[in-house]
């Protein structure tokens, strides 16, 4: 059977699912009884979902966990967490009660502006530019006010707009670089929708400047389009305590812990092999939080990565020291988030999970979500420093080992007793299987 369709998406979902089934299953009974095993019994919340994206055949699941006993500048939080990971919820909850009785998490949000651009390209005189751009600079936010007046009720809109001149980078490449203020919301529709405007009253302006030649009329449009680098949208999480405070219940004590730690972050300001790990960590706790609110994960990962190569060379999101006698492990992190529109008012889950964090602002959720990465982060090197990362992590695999091999309810329960005090590998898992069921 050919793989090419057309038409596919015209198609209901039983006949995609037949199709897809038909086409690339050798058991396409099997392979439909799957998708449909995922699909809501309520088929008004079915339809919810199948209208999220395009040509949907089922749902994806991902456990939804909580980790509690975040203490944030003075308020306790219960956060939820969306992933698929082992040891991540356990490490954060790990991680919050260590520092629950060290006074907490304290965060502040350093600035909240976010950025777009219109780029273009223009042939003439860089001096009639910059004359053309002084001149159409209130028409442009002017005519974008349809779009702003309701933000700007709320207390946002158009920050700034300033003219950028690219071109030792591409010939007669330029740019219109405008800032935005979107508050609750995380403002990407109506950032592009300024834009688009932008472009418009830009380039219909053009026509009718005086001082521009025939020639330089013609700007073209190449694109309009938000950033999802946002360095000035910016928040900042930090735990500290006296260093005799750090004490390990195994006998480390808080100097030998604090030190190593410190080299352990150190290493990864300048070893970018090491800074992409160490990155990851935060992103666990990050994305999980992200995703649970129905933030896009791939717009913070970008903009995060992109900042922590902001200097040059890819370096650690976090920091730490050692300063008179008192530990300090804090980290600086954009972060652009809404808790209104896109899913936050529709998918019933991240509904449950805002009313979780008490309904947050932006800016709170910021906060929730920087706190969230830092504890991962201070968990994944409290592990590493100390007993090794794979101790805790494989322990929490265990279960995903015993299930991959069909593991009965008694057989879980012997062999999560008998890796209490034995060391989990998969090979591990699977002799001490085998010898269970001989």
Same mark, same amino acid.
């Given at each position: 059977?050919?793989?090419?369709?057309?038409?596919?998406?015209?198609?209901?979902?039983?006949?995609? +699912?037949?199709?897809?089934?038909?086409?690339?299953?050798?058991?396409?009974?099997?392979?439909?009884?799957?998708?449909?095993?995922?699909?809501? @019994?309520?088929?008004?919340?079915?339809?919810?979902?199948?209208?999220?994206?395009?040509?949907?055949?089922? =749902?994806?699941?991902?456990?939804?966990?909580?980790?509690?006993?975040? !203490?944030?500048?003075?308020?306790?939080?219960? +956060?939820?967490?969306?992933?698929?990971? @082992?040891?991540?919820?356990?490490?954060?909850?790990?991680?919050?009660?260590?520092?629950?009785?060290?006074?907490?998490?304290?965060?502040?949000?350093?600035?909240?502006?976010?950025?777009?651009?219109?780029? $273009?390209?223009?042939?003439? =005189?860089?001096?009639?530019?910059?004359?053309?751009?002084?001149?159409?600079?209130?028409?442009?936010?002017?005519?974008?006010?349809?779009?702003?007046?309701? /933000?700007?009720?709320?207390?946002?809109?158009?920050?700034?707009?300033? !003219?950028?001149?690219?071109? &030792?980078?591409?010939?007669?490449?330029?740019?219109?670089?405008?800032?935005?203020?979107?508050?609750?919301?995380?403002?990407?529709?109506?950032? =592009?929708?300024?834009?688009? &405007?932008?472009?418009?009253?830009?380039?219909?302006?053009?026509?009718?400047?005086?001082?521009?030649?025939?020639?330089?009329?013609?700007?073209?449009? *190449? /694109?309009?389009?938000?950033?999802?680098?946002?360095?000035?949208?910016?928040?900042?999480?930090? *735990?500290?305590?006296?260093?005799?405070?750090?004490?390990?219940?195994?006998? +480390?004590?808080?100097?030998? $812990?604090?030190?190593?730690?410190?080299?352990?972050?150190?290493? %990864?300001?300048?070893?970018?092999?090491?800074?992409?790990?160490? =990155?990851?960590?935060?992103?666990?706790?990050?994305?999980?939080?992200?995703? %649970?609110?129905?933030?896009?994960?791939?717009?913070?990962?970008?903009?995060?990565?992109?900042?922590?190569?902001?200097?040059?060379?890819?370096?650690?999101?976090?920091?730490?020291?050692?300063?008179?006698?008192?530990?300090?492990?804090?980290m600086d992190i954009p972060l652009a988030l809404g808790t209104v529109g896109g899913l936050t008012g529709l998918h019933p889950l991240v509904k449950l999970a805002l009313e979780l964090l008490?309904?947050? @602002?932006?800016?709170?959720? /910021?906060?929730?979500?920087? *706190?969230?990465?830092?504890?991962?982060?201070?968990?994944?090197?409290?592990?590493?420093?100390?007993?090794?990362?794979?101790?805790?992590?494989?322990?929490?695999?265990?279960?995903?080992?015993?299930?991959? $091999?069909?593991?009965?309810?008694?057989?879980?329960?012997?062999?999560?007793?008998?890796?209490?005090?034995?060391?989990?590998?998969?090979?591990?898992?699977?002799?001490?299987?085998?010898? !269970?069921?001989?």
């Amino acid at each position: 059977m050919t793989k090419i369709i057309s038409g596919f998406s015209k198609r209901s979902k039983l006949e995609k +699912i037949d199709w897809i089934a038909d086409t690339y299953f050798s058991n396409a009974d099997a392979a439909k009884a799957v998708l449909k095993q995922y699909w809501h @019994s309520d088929e008004a919340l079915q339809q919810l979902h199948d209208e999220f994206i395009e040509n949907t055949v089922s =749902n994806y699941y991902l456990p939804l966990g909580v980790a509690p006993n975040f !203490l944030i500048n003075g308020e306790v939080y219960t +956060i939820p967490m969306a992933i698929e990971e @082992s040891s991540v919820v356990a490490a954060a909850s790990k991680a919050a009660k260590f520092w629950l009785d060290r006074g907490g998490f304290k965060t502040e949000v350093i600035a909240t502006k976010k950025i777009g651009q219109v780029h $273009f390209m223009y042939t003439g =005189n860089p001096e009639h530019l910059q004359q053309y751009f002084k001149h159409i600079k209130a028409q442009l936010i002017a005519d974008a006010k349809p779009i702003t007046r309701n /933000m700007e009720k709320r207390g946002g809109g158009i920050l700034a707009i300033e !003219l950028r001149d690219k071109t &030792q980078d591409i010939d007669n490449y330029y740019q219109l670089h405008a800032s935005f203020e979107t508050l609750d919301a995380m403002g990407a529709n109506f950032i =592009n929708s300024c834009l688009e &405007q932008f472009a418009k009253t830009f380039k219909d302006g053009a026509l009718h400047f005086e001082t521009f030649t025939a020639t330089e009329r013609d700007i073209t449009i *190449v /694109m309009s389009i938000l950033s999802n680098y946002v360095p000035e949208c910016l928040v900042r999480a930090e *735990v500290s305590c006296p260093v005799e405070a750090l004490q390990e219940k195994n006998g +480390i004590s808080g100097h030998d $812990f604090a030190t190593k730690f410190v080299q352990a972050v150190a290493i %990864a300001e300048v070893e970018p092999y090491r800074a992409v790990t160490h =990155n990851k960590g935060v992103m666990n706790g990050i994305d999980a939080v992200v995703l %649970a609110t129905g933030n896009d994960f791939r717009a913070v990962e970008a903009g995060v990565h992109a900042y922590a190569a902001k200097d040059g060379r890819y370096s650690s999101l976090s920091h730490a020291k050692i300063e008179n006698g008192i530990f300090k492990f804090w980290m600086d992190i954009p972060l652009a988030l809404g808790t209104v529109g896109g899913l936050t008012g529709l998918h019933p889950l991240v509904k449950l999970a805002l009313e979780l964090l008490g309904q947050p @602002s932006a800016k709170t959720l /910021m906060q929730i979500v920087a *706190v969230a990465g830092l504890a991962q982060n201070f968990a994944a090197l409290r592990s590493l420093t100390t007993t090794g990362i794979q101790q805790g992590h494989m322990k929490m695999h265990l279960m995903n080992i015993l299930n991959q $091999f069909e593991a009965s309810p008694a057989e879980k329960l012997t062999l999560t007793e008998h890796f209490k005090t034995h060391t989990v590998t998969h090979s591990a898992v699977v002799d001490a299987l085998k010898k !269970l069921r001989v």
